[in-house]
């Protein structure tokens, strides 16, 4: 009796939720024509494409294609097909803007399209759901998975029905529902397309609102940022003939060996082609050489070197992972470092070693605090320049507080540094300001 009772509220509880949709006018996702309302995030040109009233994705490189706005509760369909067996791709539900750091995706719930695994739903990048069906783990992840594979073969169309309501997500595919997630860590956010390795196609992407309940939490706004690498190639970048097989643009990481040979009055540096005046920048990078003793200069709190009785600059043996870093406006005196020293990276290294600078202006070149993540492990730079101040958080934490660059031009290039160690960046986005 207290089963029938459940059912029947079941019932009633669909019943009602297809009466709301269908009172409300349909947002069509995709007009079939182009990709307006949407924002390819970290793909090249050709990553995502319009054909004969079909989205088409070609998989390369890893990443994703986001809504313009943000949904909550909403009925989404959309029919999607594999061009060739073991495809792979997803959607994202509840998905912050931007990638999380070192990765190709953001935080955010996924729906699997995978062939063989059509309809797991589990949180990625930090975000978790609780499953109501079928549960499973995805390494150290919950999973809901499907109660029966209903997806034709790559080359056939297959449609979705996914209902979100209130951090409850329910999927049906090809006319059956098959996974059921609550407790989404995210309640609202953006709606994605994933770029996983392998072509796919999508079409008919179709969304109805239900009533918002405007719960928190809601996923990370766009704020703007648009990419400055396009995750296969140099475009936007000043590329010269002898960069060949140093500096290497592979699925989404823009990687230098150090070893980029020297030639007179060129830059062994990977400038932007445009310039820039005030901006908020974005960039993942790492060291990803294994750290190697090795005695280096020494600094006082101000940021000098430290000097012996004998005049000379005192070194000391610390673990060794490279040196890197990012100028600023054209100028080589204007970087944000990027290096092993105990002070941490983000500073202002040719500022701060400037005896003739006043102390003032040394102090605030020099990091507040150590925020670097352990060698070999991706950071975030987030750098903002106004006027001659530069302000850097490094991994959530405020390094660089609106420190004053004296001489810094107002506008000019940025540029990722060779500095004869290997460093690798991905999720390089810019916004410029006023």
């Given at each position: 009796m207290a089963m029938l009772g459940r059912v029947c509220v079941g019932l009633l509880a669909g019943l009602v939720l297809s009466a709301e949709a269908a009172a409300v006018e349909p947002i069509e996702l995709f007009n079939g024509r182009n990709l307006d309302?949407?924002?390819?995030?970290?793909?090249?040109?050709?990553?995502?494409?319009?054909?004969?009233?079909?989205l088409i994705c070609d998989g390369k490189p890893s990443g994703f294609l986001r809504t313009a706005a943000m949904y909550e509760n909403y009925v989404l369909e959309w029919e999607c097909r594999h061009v060739a067996a073991g495809g792979n791709s997803g959607l994202f539900v509840h998905a912050d803007a931007l990638p999380q750091v070192g990765a190709p995706y953001p935080r955010s719930v996924e729906i699997q399209l995978l062939d063989g695994d059509h309809g797991s739903i589990f949180g990625i990048r930090g975000a978790s759901i609780v499953p109501l069906t079928n549960e499973g783990v995805k390494g150290k992840t919950p999973q809901a998975r499907p109660t029966e594979n209903r997806?034709?073969?790559?080359?056939?169309?297959?449609?979705?029905?996914?209902?979100?309501?209130?951090?409850?997500?329910?999927?049906?595919?090809?006319?059956?529902?098959?996974?059921?997630?609550?407790?989404?860590?995210?309640?609202?956010?953006?709606?994605?397309?994933?770029?996983?390795?392998?072509?796919?196609?999508?079409?008919?992407?179709?969304?109805?609102?239900?009533?918002?309940?405007?719960?928190?939490?809601?996923?990370?706004?766009?704020?703007?940022?648009?990419?400055?690498?396009?995750?296969?190639?140099?475009?936007?970048?000043?590329?010269?003939?002898?960069?060949?097989g140093h500096w290497v643009a592979r699925d989404g990481v823009l990687s230098c060996d150090g070893k980029v040979p020297a030639a007179r009055g060129e830059s062994r540096d990977l400038w932007s082609e445009r310039e820039y005046k005030d901006f908020v920048l974005v960039a993942d990078w790492r060291l990803p050489r294994k750290p190697e003793p090795k005695k280096l200069p020494t600094f006082t709190p101000d940021g000098l070197f430290i000097t012996g009785p004998d005049g000379k600059v005192v070194v000391r043996e610390i673990d060794d992972a490279g040196d890197s870093g990012i100028y600023l406006r054209g100028s080589t005196r204007a970087q944000v470092n990027i290096w092993s020293q105990p002070m941490g990276s983000g500073d202002i290294n040719d500022y701060h070693k400037d005896a003739k600078l006043p102390v003032a202006i040394r102090q605030a070149c020099v990091p507040r605090k150590h925020a670097d993540r352990p060698f070999g492990e991706w950071n975030r730079f987030v750098i903002t320049m106004r006027g001659d101040q530069v302000t850097v958080v490094l991994n959530g934490e405020l390094v660089i507080d609106r420190a004053t660059l004296p001489g810094v031009p107002a506008r000019g290039r940025i540029a990722l540094q060779n500095h004869n160690d290997p460093v690798e960046f991905r999720n390089v986005f810019i916004k410029e300001l006023n």
């Open positions: 309302g949407w924002v390819n995030v970290n793909g090249a040109p050709e990553t995502w494409t319009v054909r004969d009233g079909v997806c034709l073969p790559a080359g056939q169309w297959n449609r979705y029905v996914l209902t979100s309501r209130d951090g409850t997500l329910e999927l049906a595919v090809n006319g059956k529902t098959v996974t059921r997630a609550q407790q989404c860590s995210q309640r609202k956010g953006y709606l994605c397309l994933q770029s996983e390795g392998s072509e796919i196609h999508f079409r008919n992407l179709r969304l109805t609102r239900l009533p918002d309940s405007s719960a928190e939490p809601v996923a990370q706004p766009d704020e703007g940022l648009r990419s400055l690498f396009d995750g296969l190639t140099f475009t936007g970048w000043q590329f010269r003939d002898a960069f060949q």
